[in-house]
T-cell receptor, first 113, second 110 residues
Framework: DTAVSQTPKYLVTQMGNDKSIKCEQN?????MYWYKQDSKKFLKIMFSYNNKELIINETVPNRFSPKSPDKAHLNLHINSLELGDSAVYFC????????????FGSGTRLTVV | TQLLEQSPQFLSIQEGENLTVYCNSSSVFSSLQWYRQEPGEGPVLLVTVVTGGEVKKLKRLTFQFGDARKDSSLHITAAQPGDTGLYLCAGVNAGNMLTFGGGTRLMVKP
């Protein structure tokens, strides 16, 4: 009964490949997010999405795209992977804009070789 | 330049000592949140403060939100080895997204 679950936990792939990371939340939250955590542990917002609006951080390359089949899922698709994409990616969810807290998944460690 | 500046970045103390972590910004936040992250896991919410001047206590942890809603502090009394981890402050701003500080890595030695 994990609140926010991500798969896979680890992903190793070659440069140029296309990959997806899946995220599901069972909290009934209406907003979901993707964050990227770099090697220095800095967490950076990539996308915010609810059933009304997708907000994209302008620094995110357009090789990254969120896909939401329904309110409980927000998957992250990455095209033409590059070495610099290696990081830990976290999915999160909140009610509305999250003034009372976000719930995070346990992360997906992506390694591009 | 980060929107939220945390200090110190690293802190190593002995069990039983007290410590304070600071989170500062020039921006106003509607909500300021503190998270703790363990290796291999996602951040876990500790507390949310929404009112300027608000103080919240969670056992040995005391959280304070600045009067102007631009800064916050986390004070730990009588630190224990189990408090070791990465502490992150984060704020919800006008853009309606949670922005994180750079984190404070705390190590408490027995």
């Amino acid at each position: 009964d994990t609140a926010v679950s991500q798969t896979p936990k680890y992903l190793v792939t070659q440069m140029g490949n296309d990959k997806s990371i899946k995220c599901e939340q069972n909290l009934g939250h209406d907003t979901m997010y993707w964050y990227k955590q770099d090697s220095k542990k800095f967490l950076k917002i990539m996308f915010s999405y609810n059933n009304k609006e997708l907000i994209i951080n302008e620094t995110v390359p357009n090789r990254f795209s969120p896909k939401s089949p329904d309110k409980a899922h927000l998957n992250l698709h990455i095209n033409s992977l590059e070495l610099g994409d290696s990081a830990v990616y976290f999915c999160a969810s909140s009610q509305d804009r999250g003034d009372y807290g976000y719930t995070f998944g346990s992360g997906t460690r992506l390694t591009v070789v | 330049t980060q929107l939220l500046e945390q200090s110190p970045q690293f802190l190593s103390i002995q069990e039983g000592e007290n410590l304070t972590v600071y989170c500062n910004s020039s921006s106003v936040f509607s909500s300021l949140q503190w998270y703790r992250q363990e290796p291999g896991e996602g951040p876990v919410l500790l507390v949310t403060v929404v009112t300027g001047g608000e103080v919240k206590k969670l056992k040995r942890l005391t959280f304070q939100f600045g009067d102007a809603r631009k800064d916050s502090s986390l004070h730990i009394t009588a630190a224990q080895p189990g408090d070791t981890g990465l502490y992150l402050c984060a704020g919800v701003n006008a853009g309606n997204m949670l922005t994180f500080g750079g984190g404070t890595r705390l190590m408490v030695k027995p």
